[in-house]
């Protein structure tokens, strides 16, 4: 058997791309706004549910980019339990990231943890919704009314997501997302910035072009953080196969949940009640009474070639940059070490075969 990843990244049938490919050839427009970065900026506002959004070369830079675009500085709350990106872009912004504890529930931000972290120096929250679970965002936007705070999303992990009916996208005062090779969604590379007004989209607009607003005139030190037409036009291919790719997750996610109810050593996590999920990752906790440890199933999978992850360990409050500050202390992140120590994140996507989820939950169940 081949080996099986975590992830696989859904590519549309090659001979659907070369259209996009001749057409980009033909206009020479390969970048800063061409006509298939316009074409997606609107088919996936229109997809997603959302005002407006701005595409990014990556979702990174689109987190980068938010924080410039609401002028956070000082002091900004945020969750341990992410990828690097989410914490590495506040200190791309010379700003303190203040960890709080997780909700175990969900693996986000605990809102109740939030009210004892803030201080004078606070400006924003910025929490995760992990593998596209939705955060307690009602809570988190009171509290975040309460003290005056701006809310960034990063939702790089929950594209089409929707709670009680609504996109999540459409919170806080700005959402990113990411459309990188292991997203749901991909664009190869590629991100975007969801904008509730088009006043802010045209100030993020300048951000990821060097701040210039025309020509001539420059209005903010920014970057280049803009999406190029290849990948645009990616996207514009993906968009037609997404609702058959997310079934094709669903469908995948059912299996591992009848295979596994059976185990209560192995639970699956889900998301809170009410969510329209994307079955963006397949989560798993390990309890300390299974009859193996996390770390040796880990490697009892890798050793049958099934590379699954444990997103996300380590936290990112142990990272050297971050460890010393007095929030990433682990006596204060007890929920989020307890959870990094017991995940592992199953194999998760459309081209997974009944065969391969047959050789996975061989090793998974009788591994002893
Ligand atoms: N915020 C959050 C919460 C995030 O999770 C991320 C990214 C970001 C922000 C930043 O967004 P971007 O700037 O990336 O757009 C991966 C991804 O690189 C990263 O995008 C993602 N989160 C993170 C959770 O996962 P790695 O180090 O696990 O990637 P890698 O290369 O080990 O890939 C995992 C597996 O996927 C491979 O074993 C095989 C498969 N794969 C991967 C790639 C890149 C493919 O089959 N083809 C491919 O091209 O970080």
């Excluded at 090659?14 to 609107?42: C, V």
Aim: charged share 20%; hydrophobic share 40%.
């Amino acid at each position: 058997m081949s080996p099986i990843y975590v992830t696989e990244p859904h590519l549309p049938p090659l001979e659907e791309f070369m259209p996009y490919l001749q057409a980009i050839w033909d206009k020479k427009r390969l970048t800063n706004s061409g006509p298939f970065h316009q074409q997606l900026e609107a088919e996936l506002a229109a997809y997603l549910g959302v005002e407006h959004l701005s595409l990014f070369a990556n979702g990174t830079l689109a987190l980068v980019t938010a924080l410039q675009a609401l002028r956070i500085s000082g002091e900004v709350i945020t969750t341990p339990y992410t990828f690097a990106a989410t914490t590495h872009s506040l200190l791309w912004n010379g700003i303190k990231p203040v960890f709080v504890d997780i909700d175990p529930a969900t693996c986000n931000l605990d809102p109740r943890r939030i009210e004892e972290a803030i201080t004078p120096a606070t400006t924003a929250i910025l929490p995760v919704h992990c593998y596209g679970f939705p955060c307690d965002m009602e809570r988190i936007e009171q509290i975040a009314d309460t003290y005056g705070l701006k809310v960034i999303y990063d939702a790089a992990h929950a594209f089409g997501v929707r709670h009680h009916g609504e996109s999540i996208l459409r919170c806080g005062d700005l959402s990113i997302l990411s459309f990188h090779a292991t997203k749901v969604f991909n664009t190869f590379e590629g991100g975007a910035i969801i904008c509730p007004n088009a006043k802010i989209k045209q100030r993020i607009d300048y951000l990821k072009n060097f701040g210039f607003a025309d020509e001539v005139t420059v209005v903010a030190p920014g970057i280049n953080g803009k999406m190029n037409e290849v990948e645009a036009a990616m996207g514009l291919l993906q968009l037609k196969h997404i609702d058959a790719a997310l079934e094709a997750r669903a469908a995948i996610y059912r299996h591992y949940a009848e295979a596994l109810a059976s185990t209560p050593t192995l639970t699956l996590l889900r998301p809170p009640a009410d969510t329209d999920w994307n079955h963006a990752y397949c989560p798993i906790l390990v309890s300390a009474d299974h009859p193996i440890s996390r770390d040796a199933l880990f490697d009892r999978l890798k050793a049958n070639d099934i590379h699954a992850r444990r997103y996300f360990y380590p936290l990112t409050s142990s990272f050297p940059m971050y460890r010393g500050l007095p929030s990433a202390n682990p006596d204060r992140l007890g929920n989020a070490h307890r959870i990094a120590d017991q995940v592992i994140c199953l194999p998760i996507h459309p081209a997974l075969g009944n065969d391969d989820l047959t050789a996975i939950l061989d090793v998974l169940l009788n591994a002893r």
